[in-house]
């Protein structure tokens, strides 16, 4: 099993549509969770942190599933410009070393 | 002045030239990383450094030489590569593992 693991998608939704993403992991030591947005050709910027008890930041909600080892991040209100490949990283459980997933490409579309 | 400065933002190289990337972080951060990352494939870890001491490193090969002068600065000399490791090269540095990193903007490498 993949130490992180995402549904790599495309996935296709129209201007205002909730859409939502799933990341497994295989360590059930780790901590830290974190979801990136990823431009074309740019660097992976920080989304939101993954806290035990969920987190929201405006359109944005973030879970931690621990016992079934798997984070979620939920888009309300899609907007073209939420575009992007969106990455999912863990922590190693020990250590400050994350691993990322390959990401899931969403695409909003009018 | 933006948090972690990476150059240059593009290299083209022969397989037989030396060249250095340079990351520099702004952010008062302990830990810098060096990462790979390949289309289509994840974010592949090469180098770690805490507190200028190397910590990891992942089973890269020896034409790729990471160098971490002071918690600030990070290196990683190229030399021999070969085209399979064009790639964007992304550093990273972080505060501690609850805060996430903040990445450069990457260094597109093109060997030739």
């Known amino acids: 099993r993949k130490e992180v693991e995402q549904d790599p998608g495309p996935f296709n939704v129209p201007e205002g549509a909730t859409v939502a993403f799933n990341c497994t992991y295989s360590?059930?030591?780790?901590?830290?969770f974190f979801w990136y947005r990823q431009d074309c050709r740019k660097e992976p910027k920080l989304l939101m942190s993954?806290?035990?008890s969920g987190n929201e930041d405006g359109r944005f909600t973030a879970q931690l599933n621990r016992a079934s080892q798997y984070i979620s991040l939920l888009i309300r209100d899609s907007k073209l410009s939420d575009s992007a490949t969106y990455l999912c990283?863990?922590?190693?459980?020990?250590?400050?070393?994350?691993?990322f997933g390959t990401g899931t490409r969403l695409q909003v579309t009018l | 002045e933006t948090g972690v400065t990476q150059t240059p933002r593009h290299l083209v190289m022969g397989m037989t030239n030396k060249k250095s990337l340079k990351c520099e972080q702004h952010?008062?951060?302990?830990?810098m990383y060096w990462y790979k990352q390949s289309a289509k494939k994840p974010l592949e870890l090469m180098f770690v450094y805490s507190l200028e001491e190397r910590v990891e490193n992942n089973s890269v090969p020896s034409r790729f030489s990471p160098e971490c002068p002071n918690s600030s600065h990070l290196f990683l000399h190229l030399h021999t590569l070969q085209p399979e490791d064009s790639a964007l090269y992304l550093c990273?540095?972080?505060?501690?593992?609850?805060?996430?990193?903040?990445f450069g903007s990457g260094t597109r490498l093109t060997v030739v």
């Open positions: 990283a863990v922590d190693s459980g020990t250590a400050s070393k994350l691993t």
């Open positions: 993954v806290y035990s």
């Open positions: 990273a540095s972080s505060r501690d593992r609850t805060y996430g990193y903040t």
């Open positions: 360590n059930s030591a780790s901590q830290s």
């Open positions: 952010l008062g951060h302990n830990a």
